[in-house]
């Protein structure tokens, strides 16, 4: 099982406030990744970072941020929310080339 | 750009017997990765079955195995024996260059008793 963790698990907002997911993981995995899944979807790439100081866009526009400041810490910030941010937040962590393990996700409502 | 395809929104199984989940793709890179992901209902997304596009052996974990074809582009999943536990989503994913994985929509499997 791969040691990866995200708070809050669930979190209920109203519109405008400012949020941060919380993202860690204790296995020195220089990759680590956000994923935005809608209720039984599919999981969208919106961030990824290859290292410490590195960030990227994914495949999917989204107006949050990130930022790797630390190995082992990805946290992804949206300045103020909305109900379109409304859904399920994965991160997940790797070496290069290797498979991805996830953590249990952030369910976000914004109301 | 990479697609992954999984034809079947939802799956039925009988405790005990074996189902295919079925999973398609599309790239043109020689060398790449497929993986089969499950999450079980308000649980981790967890990892069933991985394979390497250049090994020809199809990869096997106790009751999972795929059946790999590169020159289709067919990646399928076979569970056998099937047990309650395994009801979940399962996805397909492939992992394009830079480590970037591409999921399809999923299949629901439901092992009913």
């Known amino acids: 099982e791969a040691d990866i963790y995200q708070t809050p698990r669930y979190l209920v907002i109203g519109t405008g406030k400012k949020i941060t997911l919380e993202c860690s993981q204790t296995?020195?995995?220089?990759?680590m990744y956000w994923y935005q899944q809608d209720p039984g979807m599919e999981l969208h790439l919106i961030h990824y970072?290859?290292?410490?100081?590195?960030?990227e866009k994914g495949d999917l526009s989204s107006e949050s941020t990130v930022s790797r400041i630390r190995t082992e810490h990805f946290p992804l910030t949206l300045e103020s929310a909305r109900p379109s941010h409304t859904s399920q937040y994965l991160c997940a962590s790797s070496e290069y080339g290797a498979t991805q393990y996830f953590g249990p996700g952030t369910r976000l409502l914004v109301l | 750009a990479q697609t992954v395809t999984q034809s079947q929104p939802e799956m039925s199984v009988q405790e005990a017997e074996t189902v295919t989940l079925s999973c398609t793709y599309d790239?043109?890179?020689?060398?790449?990765?497929l993986f089969w992901y499950k999450q079980p209902p308000s649980r981790q997304m967890i990892l069933v079955i991985r394979?390497?596009?250049?090994?020809?052996q199809n990869a096997t974990e106790n009751r999972f195995s795929v059946n790999f074809q590169k020159a289709a582009k067919s990646f399928s999943l076979k569970i056998s024996d099937s047990q309650l536990g395994d009801t979940a989503m399962y996805f397909c994913?492939?992992?394009?260059?830079?480590?970037?994985?591409?999921f399809g929509a999923g299949t629901i499997l439901r092992v009913k008793s």
């Open positions: 296995m020195g995995h220089d990759k």
């Open positions: 790239t043109s890179e020689s060398n790449y990765y």
């Open positions: 994913a492939f992992m394009k260059q830079g480590n970037k994985l591409v």
């Open positions: 970072s290859y290292g410490v100081n590195s960030t």
């Open positions: 394979q390497e596009a250049y090994k020809q």
